[in-house]
């Protein structure tokens, strides 16, 4: 008897989708109730504030510019000492706390700050706008991780300077490797070097979770308090993210509260086991667990780069969230690279271009791969579609061609399907061979294969050779699936006897699908 066509495919439960589709977006809705409370408080609270924030300004200007006058960024950078560290310590520590109280902020402090000699680094998260700065006033001015482009920022650059922060740039190769040794400098030097101050998520979330760390802050192997912060408004006029309110829009919503109050909590400090001194990742993980425990929220395994994917799919006209993929997972288990992500992106751009919402229904599908609609196609389709929401995420996108098609797509598999589709062994496959076999495979009559055809045949001879063959084969993966799904066909009918149809085959081929993921998810999350 032929096998049970299988309809659900078993997914890998490390590749299903995150708690949190998109934690970079933040949808601002205001009332008409809100928008008059603002209006009516903005007339006599912007004002005021304003003057106050620009006399705090003026005062702190002057001494950041002394306390950081000769006082070099990058090099053989010391310490401060002395009377800099005393006016930086009290009086521009106490003009921070003035500035923020401008600004309208109530504090509540929760937990108890150790020192540097408990815990040479400050992890702090979730890491949502750029009013989470407060958290260093608090803490006591500690040494912060800052891009080096905020340096150069007038007036606030130089308030900045007063942290002797550890610069880091993007755009320098080597950036990377200079902080870390920095921060182990500071982290190591015996209470030299005030607390290092990290945001470990490296960039601005919506608060629903927390993403990965990044490693900087645990590759020290010392002891890490965590610092969680939280917005306990009921207006939400602090979160800035990718996709959300300007700056200037929340700062003018700030500006016209009452107040806004933020909760920092100081956890016990996290000591890092033998394995986490050696694994910096698993220090990470169970510091997030910690943070995510305090919070109540889940983690997520999206990341900057995802950030940057989101960025690339806004320039490929795609909507920005088309390009979320939980970044840190993927690459991992499908040992993945930024450039190919970004690759496999430009391919699913040219196919969901013409589709509402970035995702690719089986009509787009058909009409890229030049192929009607068959039972082969809508199973091929089928197993991209994860979710079985009838359409092609550019996640389940990058998931299909990574482990369905590019793994059949083997120097063999193409050398057996050309010799398949040669039939008469002359080296080259014609017109004719093309549809006889294509017809077969998906079971339709009347198949017109022009178009496909002349994509493969390069010099437009009327003939495809091997190389044309095999360089279209290598850049078109999905067709992979197709080529195999023939191949494993024939061997089939021969075990069987028979010639039983396609759609009895596949129900073996899902099962060998099922395999192949389950087999894959041995792999470690």
Not at 62 to 79: I, N, Q, R
Not at 327 to 334: A, D, E, P, Q, V
Not at 466 to 488: D, G, I, M, V
Request: hydrophobic share 40%; charged share 20%.
């Amino acid at each position: 008897m032929p096998p049970q066509r299988v309809f659900a495919l078993p997914r890998q439960q490390s590749l299903l989708l995150p708690a949190v589709l998109n934690p970079f977006v933040q949808e601002q809705k205001l009332t008409k109730a809100d928008k008059i409370k603002c209006a009516l408080l903005g007339l006599v609270l912007v004002p005021l504030r304003c003057l106050l924030l620009t006399v705090v300004v003026v005062l702190t200007w002057p001494l950041a510019t002394l306390v950081t006058f000769k006082m070099p960024l990058k090099g053989a950078v010391e310490p401060m000492t002395g009377w800099r560290r005393f006016l930086c310590r009290t009086v521009i520590a106490f003009l921070g706390r003035m500035y923020f109280f401008s600004l309208g902020f109530r504090v509540v402090v929760r937990g108890k700050k150790v020192g540097s000699g408990e815990a040479p680094i400050l992890a702090v998260a979730p890491h949502s706008s750029f009013f989470d700065a407060i958290v260093c006033i608090i803490a006591g001015l500690p040494s912060t991780v800052s891009r080096s482009e905020t340096i150069s920022t007038p007036i606030f650059g130089r308030f900045l300077r007063c942290l002797q922060p550890v610069l880091v740039s993007r755009r320098d190769p080597d950036s990377r490797k200079n902080t870390i040794k920095e921060i182990e400098s500071r982290s190591t030097s015996g209470g030299v070097w005030p607390q290092v101050l990290i945001f470990p998520e490296g960039t601005c979330t919506n608060r629903s979770c927390l993403i990965t760390f990044k490693q900087g802050a645990f590759i020290p192997g010392v002891p890490v308090q965590p610092v969680v912060l939280r917005y306990p408004n009921k207006l939400d006029n602090v979160t800035w993210t990718w996709q959300g309110p300007t700056s200037g829009t929340l700062l003018l919503l700030t500006l016209c509260q009452l107040y806004t109050t933020v909760e920092i909590e100081f956890l016990p400090p996290q000591t890092p086991t033998e394995a986490e001194k050696k694994s910096p990742t698993l220090f990470a993980q169970k510091v997030r667990g910690v943070m995510a425990d305090a919070l109540g929220i889940p983690v997520t395994d999206h990341t900057f780069e995802d950030c940057r994917l989101m960025i690339s799919a806004g320039e490929l006209t795609l909507p920005m969230e088309a390009g979320l993929v939980e970044f840190t997972k993927i690459s991992r288990k499908l040992e993945l690279k930024w450039d190919n992500i970004q690759k496999e992106l430009e391919s699913f751009a040219s196919i969901a271009n013409s589709c509402k919402g970035g995702r690719i229904k089986i009509e787009e599908f058909a009409n890229f791969l030049k192929l009607p609609i068959t039972p082969v196609l809508q199973e091929l389709f089928a197993l991209f579609d994860r979710d079985g929401d009838g359409t092609i995420d550019f996640r389940e996108y990058v998931i299909g061609v990574t482990v369905l098609c590019r793994p059949a797509n083997t120097e063999e598999v193409i050398q057996m399907a050309f010799k398949l589709f040669d039939t008469d062994d002359d080296q080259s496959i014609s017109r004719e061979e093309f549809a006889s076999l294509l017809r077969s495979t998906l079971g339709v009559c009347d198949l017109n294969v022009t178009k496909l055809f002349k994509d493969i045949d390069a010099d437009g001879s009327g003939h495809i050779t091997y190389t044309e063959f095999r360089s279209f084969a290598l850049t078109h993966p999905q067709y992979a699936k197709l080529f195999t799904s023939y191949l494993e066909l024939q061997r089939y009918q021969a075990l069987q006897g028979d010639d039983g149809d396609i759609l009895s085959y596949f129900s073996g081929a899902r099962s060998d699908e099922s395999q192949e993921e389950s087999t894959s998810d041995k792999k470690d999350d």
